[in-house]
């Protein structure tokens, strides 16, 4: 199964795509949309949304995954951030992918094994998860924790349902 995880953000929108068969991981690509600070705001999330679509459409994940938005100190970036995260929600769901939304801790404790992890730490997971990847950046490498983090829970549940189906036909 193909996943698509992305790290919203106004001026860099981080994707990591990768692959699971079964408990095997592989990257696939990750990179970064960046958006023109110059332009208006809504401009630059048509930029995002834009940018998003197009890794959609080049890479056809069967499944999607975004970081859920932590309140900054600055009332204004948080709006503006969650304005991001919609464009970002909406690029996935108008392909027809699932979505799955995860909190920075619950990302951070399925890929490092802690909720608190700092960024380094998620860098040196993700690069041993995905053997010979090369991280475009800092963004990338967060939105390729965010397709993880939705790949061992999507692994997860599948074998859940097959337990429930078994004890069913039981």
Same mark, same amino acid.
């Given at each position: 199964?193909?996943?698509?995880? /992305?790290? %919203?953000? $106004?001026?860099?929108?981080?994707? &990591?795509?990768?692959?699971?068969?079964?408990?095997?991981? *592989?990257? @696939?690509?990750?990179?970064?949309?960046?958006?023109?600070?110059?332009?208006?705001?809504?401009?630059?999330?048509?930029?995002?949304?834009?940018?998003?679509?197009?890794?959609?459409?080049?890479?056809?994940?069967?499944?999607?995954?975004?970081?859920?938005?932590?309140?900054?100190?600055?009332?204004?970036?948080?709006?503006?951030?969650?304005?991001?995260?919609?464009?970002?929600? /909406?690029? %996935?769901? $108008?392909?027809?992918?699932?979505? &799955?939304?995860?909190?920075?801790?619950?990302?951070?404790? *399925?890929? @490092?094994?802690?909720?608190?992890?700092?960024?380094?730490?998620?860098?040196?997971?993700?690069?041993?998860?995905?053997?010979?990847?090369?991280?475009?950046?800092?963004?990338?490498?967060?939105?390729?924790?965010?397709?993880?983090?939705?790949?061992?829970?999507?692994?997860?549940?599948?074998?859940?349902?097959?337990?429930?189906?078994?004890?069913?036909?039981?």
């Amino acid at each position: 199964m193909r996943f698509i995880g /992305l790290d %919203p953000g $106004l001026q860099r929108t981080g994707w &990591g795509v990768i692959e699971a068969v079964g408990s095997r991981l *592989s990257h @696939v690509a990750n990179g970064t949309v960046v958006s023109d600070p110059k332009d208006e705001l809504s401009a630059r999330l048509r930029q995002i949304f834009e940018g998003v679509m197009a890794v959609i459409e080049r890479y056809r994940p069967q499944a999607a995954a975004v970081e859920e938005t932590f309140v900054n100190k600055n009332p204004v970036s948080t709006l503006k951030l969650g304005q991001v995260r919609g464009v970002v929600l /909406l690029a %996935p769901a $108008l392909s027809g992918l699932s979505v &799955g939304e995860y909190a920075p801790n619950h990302i951070k404790k *399925s890929v @490092v094994g802690a909720g608190h992890a700092e960024k380094a730490q998620i860098h040196h997971m993700v690069k041993i998860l995905l053997p010979a990847v090369e991280i475009t950046g800092a963004d990338a490498a967060d939105a390729l924790a965010v397709a993880i983090c939705h790949a061992h829970h999507a692994a997860s549940n599948r074998a859940y349902a097959r337990a429930a189906i078994a004890a069913g036909a039981s």
